[in-house]
């Protein structure tokens, strides 16, 4: 089965300037995640989809950062306006359904520098 | 709020010894613990899972406890092999709020298994 994919694998930017990031998970999954993981750091979650609706999105710096699912299947994450501390891997992962015990799968990840 | 502490430092150790990792957290109840391993430009990959009523888990060499009185996770690699040399990360989730979980992940250890 193909895994989850996410484009760009690269972006470079100046601060201030808009990213997006798209995501298209596995097949049948319900559930997505956004995830930042700062160099040296563990993933962080940002937000969490189950469907097209949002179940949490406590971490995510809302004045900067926004997201939605469309049709509850693909996912676009934006940053507008960039600053230099949201240069990191932005990861997406998804799950079969939203149980208490589901692994998840990531992408690759888009690597963000914002200069 | 919660903590997750995972050794920063890489640990060493030669092929077919037996690596031990470790999983600290505190001001949390996670209803399981994973574990993952991510390779450099990767994103992680799920290995294990173990629930919080349970004390060991196995899966071929890898091996990881759970003990909620210490809030501490071990996961052993037996036989290590070079192959095996990644980061590991550990990631605690729940407890189940709702109609969702929450996700948090250590910063992970670097595992090198010199041949």
């Known amino acids: 089965e193909a895994g989850v994919a996410q484009s760009p694998r690269y972006k470079i930017i100046e601060k201030r300037q808009s990213v997006a990031f798209w995501c298209n998970p596995i097949s049948g999954h319900a559930t997505l995640y956004w995830y930042q993981q700062i160099l040296g750091q563990g993933p962080k979650l940002l937000i969490q989809?189950?469907?097209?609706?949002?179940?949490?999105d406590s971490q995510l710096p809302k004045d900067r950062f926004s997201a939605e699912r469309l049709k509850g299947v693909d996912s676009t994450l934006k940053i507008q306006p960039a600053k230099l501390e949201d240069s990191a891997v932005y990861l997406c992962?998804?799950?079969?359904?939203?149980?208490?015990?589901?692994?998840?799968?990531f992408g690759p990840g888009t690597r963000l520098t914002v200069l | 709020s919660q903590k997750i502490e995972q050794n920063s430092e890489a640990l060493n150790i030669q092929e077919g010894k037996t690596a031990t990792l470790t999983c600290n957290y505190t001001n949390y109840s996670p209803a399981y613990l994973q574990w993952y391993r991510q390779d450099p430009g990767r994103g992680p990959v799920f290995l294990l899972l173990?629930?919080?009523?349970?004390k060991e888990k196995r899966k071929e060499r890898l091996k990881v406890t759970f003990d909620t009185t210490l809030k501490q996770s071990l996961f052993h690699i037996t036989a290590s092999q070079p192959a095996d040399s990644a980061t590991y990360l550990c990631?605690?989730?729940?407890?189940?709020?709702?109609?969702?979980?929450?996700?948090?992940f250590g910063s992970g250890t670097k595992l090198n298994v010199k041949p």
């Open positions: 992962a998804s799950s079969l359904v939203r149980g208490a015990y589901n692994e998840q799968f």
């Open positions: 989809f189950q469907n097209n609706g949002v179940v949490d």
């Open positions: 990631a605690l989730g729940g407890p189940q709020i709702y109609n969702f979980n929450k996700f948090y």
């Open positions: 173990i629930r919080e009523n349970e």
